[in-house]
């Protein structure tokens, strides 16, 4: 247990009483990262920000809006809060307005978490769920949605995060003067991302003040149009990411690029998959756009090679709303950002419920009423005509039954007579997938050769059982 939580030593944050949870706000710690800097002489640092009590760096302009809202007169009490938003600073604010007796209305793109969406609707809040994929122009597009549900709600007040400055302010406030003190002076890096920019563009701008020769990198998911407006000062086209909360498809009012030094740009994937090693190796519960972060920063660290450096990442949200996401091997997998676990035919032969001890096969010359009672006797629906160890034929027991009803002399034929095409073969090695796609074009079975031998067979129902027990 270290001095920092409060036991003794360092004053902790809440000897005295709060006043209400907009008090919990700020005062996030820093945390060193150990594990994910493995080799990396360069110390980097996580601002947990997922700390505060909605669980996200937007707890900090949801009060500040709110505040500047009511001293504007714009905010009067019995109020309606609407915004846009990836469902942090929904958190946010209607944690604000729960204490402060506000209604919410919130508009959220459909690519974001149900989780969020669940969240929102827990603090009493309204979620209307708007289009993705439409331009940012679009009526439904969600930022326009909540404008126009704005305009025509009585007393209500539109937050506008994207372009309202007590966005920026409360982190030229907060943020930014937390970092300085908790680095004693020493950060030499500040590395985090842009929805709104409001982060960034507050945290740097303070951080610049106290020494102009802090770094400042925003880093941007694969798709969005930040860095690149900042490489060209041209807007481009956005593609889809999947990362929630970072990244936009236009210019926020709130993005003070003259704060930043550079911009990177970082995929999905290598967010994800940076996410989950910080869940995995540090127990830092986080979501896909601080693993975004931490991905640039410690590509940094690690060029930079600097002991004497002082890297700080913003951990921007808690894990927790992204269970049916980034840690959701399904849906990692789905996505293409996991890839598939390789499972050979061998091992769904193996894992077989009733294993028969050997591949169970006839030959052309055996009679048909042999074949039937072969069938029964090892439980089995299919049998593969075998001549000098290779397939040349096969019988079902539905096509075999189908002619015996038909013509009962037929049981006195021989199975040659009126086999059906032989099974395709698959080497045990083969990827499991191969045989899914011969079950699935056609083939009511698979026969798998094992050091050159027809060693085992798969049919639909094996395949489809396996499946069901795959986790
Ligand atoms: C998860 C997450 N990370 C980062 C950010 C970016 O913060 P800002 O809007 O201050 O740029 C947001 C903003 O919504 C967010 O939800």
Avoid at 298 to 310: G, I, Q, S, V
Avoid at 409 to 430: F, N, Q, T, W
Wanted: with cysteine; glycine share 10%.
């Amino acid at each position: 247990m270290s001095a920092a939580n409060g036991s003794a030593g360092a004053a902790p944050r809440f000897r005295e009483p709060c006043a209400d949870v907009l008090d919990l706000v700020g005062w996030t710690p820093l945390v060193r990262l150990n594990r994910v800097t493995e080799g990396i002489r360069t110390p980097v640092y996580g601002k947990a920000e997922f700390m505060n009590p909605g669980g996200s760096v937007k707890d900090r302009i949801g009060l500040a809006m709110i505040e500047e809202a009511e001293e504007a007169g714009v905010l009067e009490a019995g109020g309606t809060i609407v915004e846009g938003t990836a469902g942090n600073t929904g958190l946010a604010l209607a944690i604000a307005a729960a204490s402060r007796g506000y209604r919410c209305v919130f508009t959220m793109p459909d690519k974001m978490s149900r989780e969020k969406v669940k969240l929102l609707r827990a603090f009493g809040a309204e979620v209307v769920i708007t289009p993705t994929s439409v331009p940012s122009d679009h009526p439904d597009n969600y930022v326009n949605r909540a404008r126009s549900i704005a305009e025509s709600t009585p007393g209500g007040f539109l937050a506008d995060q994207f372009y309202n400055r007590a966005n920026v302010e409360a982190h030229y406030r907060t943020t930014g003067p937390e970092i300085w003190e908790q680095s004693g002076g020493a950060v030499t890096h500040l590395f985090a991302g842009a929805g709104t920019g409001g982060t960034i563009s507050g945290t740097g701008r303070y951080l610049k003040e106290r020494s102009p020769d802090v770094r400042v990198v925003c880093v941007d998911p694969a798709g969005s149009v930040l860095a690149g407006y900042f490489e060209s000062g041209e807007v481009g086209e956005g593609e889809p990411y999947k990362v929630e909360g970072l990244g936009n498809d236009r210019i926020p009012g709130t993005l003070d690029v003259e704060y930043i030094d550079d911009f990177v740009q970082v995929r999905d994937r290598d967010a994800f998959a940076t996410a989950r090693r910080l869940v995995r190796e540090e127990g830092l519960f986080v979501g896909g756009s601080t693993g975004l972060i931490v991905h640039a920063a410690l590509a940094e660290a690690r060029r930079l090679d600097d002991p004497d450096a002082f890297v700080v990442a913003v951990l921007c949200d808690w894990g927790e709303r992204y269970l049916t996401k980034q840690f959701d091997d399904e849906w990692m997998r789905n996505n293409g950002f996991l890839s598939r676990r390789r499972t050979t035919v061998a091992e769904i032969v193996a894992a077989k419920i009733e294993p028969l001890p050997g591949l169970v096969t006839v030959t052309p010359a055996t009679p048909v009423r042999m074949a039937i009672s072969t069938l029964s006797t090892h439980n089995v629906s299919q049998l593969p005509v075998v001549v000098g160890g290779e397939c040349i034929g096969s019988v079902a027991e539905r096509t075999l039954m189908a002619a015996v009803l038909a013509d009962r002399k037929v049981l006195e034929a021989d199975v040659g007579s009126i086999m059906e095409a032989p099974y395709p073969v698959l080497d045990e090695r083969a990827d499991a997938e191969e045989a899914k796609r011969l079950l699935t074009g056609g083939s009511h079975a698979v026969l798998i050769r094992a050091d050159g031998e027809l060693d085992g067979i798969l049919t639909r129902q094996d395949l489809v059982r396996s499946l069901a027990a795959a986790p």
